[in-house]
T-cell receptor
Framework: GAVVSQHPSRVICKSGTSVKIECRSLDFQATTMFWYRQFPKKSLMLMATSNEGSKATYEQGVEKDKFLINHASLTLSTLTVTSAHPEDSSFYIC????????????FGPGTRLTVL | AQTVTQSQPEMSVQEAETVTLSCTYDTSENNYYLFWYKQPPSRQMILVIRQEAYKQQNATENRFSVNFQKAAKSFSLKISDSQLGDTAMYFCAFMRPYSGNTGKLIFGQGTTLQVKP
């Protein structure tokens, strides 16, 4: 299957700082990327959907000014958590869907964010 | 709005036995896709099996098979000959196809499966 990477895999930051997480499709062009948040032993919660070259569509209740998403190319999307606070600590997962896929999303390995 | 329900938070099975995980969903759509994903302790999401709603035949992938009951809106996963590596959290997911290939996934709450030696 297609490969999606995320960087970093773990990040610890101080409260008030911003953190950027990268999501890359390594062997296909991702026209759409999705960002999820997952709490321990809980399900994945979709935060936003991004299409290459256009603004992200955020799910209800997700603060777009806090979680900035950029999908500048067909292989890269970034999620920036601005002015992070301890409650933003979570596991963030991206997935990507390409032009050649049949409605399948390929998932990255996730990023564990800890805000002190 | 579509919803997906997994009513079994935790299950366990002996190695080599068979186990069935339940999933129900609610939708007014006629065409859609259903998936089972596995999330092992590494937390990497892995696609186990998929089913197109317009196909009557139940999908099968090696030891994994589904029982898709469209009228009942039920989509259970059967794991045969369970292996220790099957220990994971399993998510049922629904996708309503958008135009093109950009559908959103709606996940159930998940079922934690423990395979015991």
């Amino acid at each position: 299957g297609a490969v999606v990477s995320q960087h970093p895999s773990r990040v610890i930051c101080k409260s008030g700082t911003s953190v950027k997480i990268e999501c890359r499709s390594l062997d296909f062009q991702a026209t759409t990327m999705f960002w999820y948040r997952q709490f321990p032993k809980k399900s994945l919660m979709l935060m936003a959907t991004s299409n290459e070259g256009s603004k992200a569509t955020y799910e209800q209740g997700v603060e777009k000014d806090k979680f900035l998403i950029n999908h500048a190319s067909l292989t890269l999307s970034t999620l920036t958590v601005t002015s992070a606070h301890p409650e933003d600590s979570s596991f963030y997962i991206c997935s990507a869907s390409g032009t050649g896929s049949t409605n399948e999303q390929f998932f990255g390995p996730g990023t564990r964010l800890t805000v002190l | 709005a579509q919803t997906v329900t997994q009513s079994q938070p935790e299950m366990s099975v002996q190695e080599a036995e068979t186990v069935t995980l339940s999933c129900t969903y609610d939708t007014s759509e006629n065409n859609y896709y259903l998936f089972w994903y596995k999330q092992p302790p590494s937390r990497q999401m892995i696609l186990v099996i998929r089913q197109e709603a317009y196909k009557q035949q139940n999908a099968t992938e090696n030891r994994f098979s589904v029982n898709f009951q469209k009228a009942a809106k039920s989509f259970s996963l059967k794991i045969s000959d369970s292996q220790l590596g099957d220990t994971a959290m399993y998510f049922c997911a629904f996708m309503r196809p958008y135009s093109g290939n950009t559908g959103k996934l709606i996940f159930g709450q998940g079922t934690t499966l423990q395979v015991k030696p």
